[in-house]
């Protein structure tokens, strides 16, 4: 079986902070990550993924995210934040093998950037 | 806009009752998932339908049901709603080649179940 843990509820960081997101995940094989963004009343909204390669994922407005297999964690950072950025974050993971593409999701870490 | 299109966008219902929700994917793309987002169990995945037929199932309960037809749209089926039912429920879809395996959601249909 696979699983996410966001192990922060909510994470606050002033305007022009970096900000880290944090997730580890468990699966059986290589994984396959990915970042998603909830807006309030709105869908998920896809950010990046990591499938191979370069541990250093970048993704959508200046989202960054660092694969480290040793501590299987996937952590999404941005350099500066925005009070724009506020939402609700979701990391999942699928094993790389899987004949589904269904993802399994952490239970989401709400940002909050303060002016 | 992820091209994946959702209805109704909300519905208000009571107990007992039984819902469909609709779910279009995007052009191309052959799966439909369905997710239940709730405060207490967060995002949930319900079922995997790919081009007509069930592919993966998650924690669906019985009393849900979900069909992809022939023009790929999807239907997801709840009866004897319970209070508990009450969630966001999404739809997303995957499949086209050259796309390693993102998902991408339509903008949820709202239950609530008085």
């Known amino acids: 079986a696979q699983s996410v843990a966001q192990p922060e509820d909510q994470v606050n960081v002033a305007e022009g902070n970096p900000l880290t997101v944090k997730c580890t995940y468990s699966?059986?094989?290589?994984?396959?990550l990915f970042w998603y963004v909830q807006y309030p009343n709105r869908g998920l909204q896809f950010l990046l993924k990591?499938?191979?390669?370069?541990?250093l994922v970048k993704g959508s407005y200046g989202f960054e995210a660092e694969f480290n297999k040793s501590q299987t964690s996937f952590h999404l950072k941005k350099p500066s934040a925005l009070v724009s950025d506020s939402a609700l974050y979701f990391c999942?993971?699928?094993?790389?093998?899987?004949?589904?593409?269904?993802?399994?999701f952490g239970k989401g870490t709400k940002l909050s950037v303060i002016p | 806009d992820s091209g994946v299109t959702q209805t109704p966008k909300h519905l208000i219902t009571a107990t007992g009752q039984r819902v469909t929700l609709r779910c279009s994917p995007r052009?191309?793309?052959?799966?439909v998932y369905w997710y239940q987002q709730s405060l207490d169990q967060g995002l949930q995945f319900l079922i995997q339908?790919?081009?007509?037929?069930?592919?993966a199932k998650g924690n669906i309960l019985e009393r849900f049901s979900a069909q992809q037809f022939p023009d790929l749209h999807s239907e997801l089926n709840l009866s004897s709603l319970e209070l508990g039912d009450s969630a966001l429920y999404f739809c997303?879809?995957?499949?086209?080649?050259?796309?390693?395996?993102?998902?991408?959601f339509g903008e949820g249909s709202r239950l609530t179940v008085l």
């Open positions: 052009s191309g793309d052959l799966s």
């Open positions: 699966v059986s094989g290589n994984p396959y």
């Open positions: 999942a993971v699928r094993a790389s093998g899987a004949g589904s593409y269904q993802l399994t």
């Open positions: 997303a879809s995957s499949g086209r080649r050259g796309q390693a395996g993102e998902l991408f």
């Open positions: 990591y499938i191979t390669g370069d541990n």
């Open positions: 339908y790919y081009n007509g037929e069930e592919r």
